[in-house]
């Protein structure tokens, strides 16, 4: 912690400094504490500081008292979002236990809407995220003006970001020639998905999934993988099937690296009625049936994290509109998450927005331990 708030102390504060009377450093105090302790909007953050100034007061000068909620949120507006993502980022390094690890790290890249943001007069922001679930980590963001957006903000993400020898999992809306090509010149590998909007491609690769011969002969090569979870009265099977044999794949030579397609079909049975999913991908991967599938599974961890922002930290709901103060509250709010994440109250397993609420009600006790991991 105390190298953290050295960090903070070191970033450039653009306020007339003769008119400051709440340091910085108090402020991206009190928001992250906040956040971690259940408070979701401004006024919320605001009331969290007023009950805990005691305690506030262990880390952060406080000279003129609790700031209001406009003043945060002010505050908060003027900080670049670089400046926190390079906090967050540092927390990850001091917590970095497996540097020394060999495993292939799958980085998974989505955007987000966040609809709070919109107004008569401002489009919703939409953040593009690269989420690392192996750490639990976002490894950085890029707010763009739409959704169609995300085709130019992925190439510059990924020239930020080190994904030398990772795999990189992205949505339809990534699967772009360019962008295929920008991660193989990182040294990296990817597996794209594949929808309607590349329609040759994804009509050829359905087509050749379609044939029950090539499925069994896919089976016989032991590029075959099936898993089977049953809860609450539903049973989903997904068969994961992966093959390098695309000599006949139109194109293939405008998609850099490119060495395998792959399939997942989801079956899912509840109350007697069946439904049936099928999903396709393009891979600079050589046929490994457990990297391809679980490349597959871990891209839907990084919808799971904008659920989480959604749900546990009701970012949808926040009316917010200032396009900084709206990048800085993301960036914290998956800071958040990835301390929930590893943070464990008592040994009772508990979602992360029962441990926010946990720490809400002994916050002294569960900051301390969270500042000590």
Same mark, same amino acid.
């Given at each position: 912690?105390?190298? $953290?708030?050295?960090?903070?102390?070191?970033?450039?504060?653009?306020?007339?400094?003769?008119?400051?009377?709440?340091?910085?450093?108090?402020?991206?105090?009190?928001?992250?504490?906040?956040?971690?302790?259940?408070?979701?909007?401004?006024?919320?953050?605001?009331? &969290?500081?007023?009950?805990?100034?005691?305690?506030?007061?262990?880390?952060?000068?406080?000279?003129?008292?609790?700031?209001?909620?406009?003043?945060?949120?002010?505050?908060?507006?003027?900080?670049?979002? =670089?400046?926190?993502?390079? $906090?967050?980022?540092?927390?990850?390094?001091?917590?970095?236990?497996?540097?020394?690890?060999?495993?292939?790290?799958?980085?998974?890249?989505?955007?987000?809407?966040?609809?709070?943001?919109?107004?008569?007069?401002?489009?919703?922001?939409?953040?593009?995220?690269?989420?690392?679930?192996?750490?639990?980590?976002?490894?950085?963001?890029?707010?763009?003006?739409?959704?169609?957006?995300?085709?130019?903000?992925?190439? =510059?993400?990924?020239?930020?970001?080190?994904?030398?020898?990772?795999?990189?999992?992205?949505?339809?809306?990534?699967?772009?020639?360019?962008?295929?090509?920008?991660?193989?010149?990182?040294?990296?590998?990817?597996?794209?998905?594949?929808?309607?909007?590349?329609?040759?491609?994804?009509?050829?690769?359905?087509?050749?999934?379609?044939?029950?011969? &090539?499925?069994?002969?896919?089976?016989?090569?032991?590029?075959?993988?099936?898993?089977?979870?049953?809860?609450?009265?539903?049973?989903?099977?997904?068969? +994961?099937?992966?093959?390098?044999?695309?000599?006949?794949?139109?194109?293939?030579?405008?998609?850099?690296?490119?060495?395998?397609?792959?399939?997942?079909?989801?079956?899912?049975?509840?109350?007697?009625?069946?439904?049936?999913?099928?999903?396709? +991908?393009?891979?600079?991967?050589?046929?490994?049936?457990?990297?391809?599938? *679980?490349?597959? =599974?871990?891209?839907?961890?990084?919808?799971? #994290?904008?659920?989480?922002?959604?749900?546990?930290?009701?970012?949808?709901?926040?009316?917010?509109?200032?396009?900084?103060?709206?990048?800085? $509250?993301?960036?914290?709010? *998956?800071?958040?998450?990835?301390?929930?994440?590893?943070?464990?109250?008592?040994?009772?397993?508990?979602? #992360?927005?029962?441990?926010?609420?946990?720490?809400? #009600?002994?916050?002294?006790?569960?900051?301390?331990?969270?500042?000590?991991?």
């Amino acid at each position: 912690m105390e190298e $953290l708030l050295m960090y903070i102390e070191l970033i450039e504060d653009k306020r007339q400094q003769t008119k400051v009377k709440h340091k910085l450093l108090d402020i991206v105090v009190i928001v992250l504490f906040a956040k971690l302790s259940n408070a979701d909007d401004w006024e919320e953050i605001e009331d &969290f500081a007023v009950y805990n100034e005691n305690y506030l007061k262990k880390y952060i000068e406080l000279k003129n008292g609790i700031p209001s909620h406009d003043t945060i949120q002010r505050v908060m507006s003027n900080i670049d979002p =670089r400046h926190i993502q390079k $906090l967050y980022d540092k927390w990850n390094e001091l917590l970095s236990k497996d540097e020394g690890e060999k495993l292939k790290k799958i980085i998974c890249i989505d955007g987000k809407t966040i609809r709070g943001s919109k107004s008569k007069n401002h489009k919703a922001q939409h953040i593009v995220s690269a989420w690392c679930d192996n750490d639990g980590f976002c490894l950085w963001q890029k707010s763009v003006e739409e959704k169609t957006n995300e085709i130019t903000a992925i190439p =510059r993400l990924i020239n930020t970001i080190m994904i030398k020898g990772a795999v990189i999992t992205i949505d339809a809306i990534g699967t772009q020639i360019a962008i295929a090509e920008k991660i193989k010149e990182k040294r990296a590998d990817y597996v794209l998905a594949v929808k309607e909007n590349q329609s040759n491609l994804y009509n050829n690769i359905k087509d050749f999934f379609e044939d029950e011969e &090539f499925l069994n002969a896919i089976k016989e090569d032991g590029n075959y993988k099936k898993t089977v979870d049953k809860a609450h009265s539903q049973s989903e099977t997904r068969e +994961y099937y992966q093959t390098n044999n695309i000599k006949w794949l139109d194109g293939k030579e405008k998609w850099k690296g490119i060495k395998s397609i792959g399939m997942i079909s989801k079956t899912i049975i509840k109350d007697n009625k069946k439904t049936v999913e099928k999903r396709y +991908y393009i891979s600079s991967l050589k046929t490994n049936i457990e990297l391809f599938s *679980k490349a597959v =599974r871990q891209h839907w961890s990084v919808e799971i #994290m904008h659920w989480h922002l959604d749900v546990t930290f009701k970012e949808d709901a926040n009316k917010t509109q200032d396009k900084t103060a709206v990048q800085n $509250l993301n960036i914290i709010n *998956k800071w958040c998450l990835s301390i929930l994440k590893i943070f464990q109250i008592g040994n009772k397993k508990r979602s #992360m927005k029962k441990k926010r609420f946990c720490i809400s #009600m002994n916050t002294e006790k569960f900051l301390e331990q969270i500042i000590n991991l």
